[in-house]
């Protein structure tokens, strides 16, 4: 009987992520430094921005939407 070798590949763990107060926005950045920010609609969320360490000068933290939900500071 032939076996088959199942290696798991588990997903990054989220750092921070914050939703936009006035869109359907969210941005997520994980533990490997890479950042998407995506839009939530019809219960599907569609990426609409991707960057990750080559990109980003400094791991990210903290993550947080200006009030207007136009701005995201890392």
Do not use: C
């Not at 199942?6 to 997520?28: L, W």
């Amino acid at each position: 009987m032939l076996q088959k070798e199942y290696t798991h590949h588990s997903s990054p763990k989220i750092q921070s992520s914050s939703y936009a107060p006035t869109r359907d926005v969210i941005a997520i950045a994980t533990e490997d430094n890479k950042l998407t920010v995506h839009r939530l609609a019809n219960e599907k969320l569609t990426k609409l921005f991707a960057a990750d360490s080559s990109t980003l000068q400094s791991p990210i933290t903290a993550l947080t939407w200006r009030p207007d939900g136009e701005t995201l500071a890392l």
